[in-house]
C-alpha cells in the first residue's frame, strides 16, 4: 500500500518557484512601460506573490513536524 501523504519537499519547491515567478509578474511593468493593464498584471501577480509564499511556509512547517520526534 503507497502513502498518499503530501511531501513537504515538493511543496516548498512549488511554493518558492511561484513566488519567484509571481515576483518577476510583479516587477514586469518595469519593462513594459505605462499602461492601463499594468495595475491588472501587478494584482495577478501579486496574489501569485502570496500563494507561493504561503505554500513554502506551509511546506516548511510539515517538514519541521515530520522531523519532531
Known sequence: MSDHRPQPRRTILLGA???????????SPLLL???S????????????VFIGGSAAIHGCWDWL????P
Do not use: D, P, T, Y
Open 17 to 27: 518557484a511561484v513566488f519567484v515567478v509571481s515576483g518577476l509578474v510583479v516587477l
Open 33 to 35: 512601460g505605462r499602461g
Open 37 to 48: 493593464l499594468n495595475r491588472f498584471i501587478v494584482a495577478f501577480g501579486l496574489m501569485g
Open 65 to 68: 513536524k515530520e522531523r519532531r
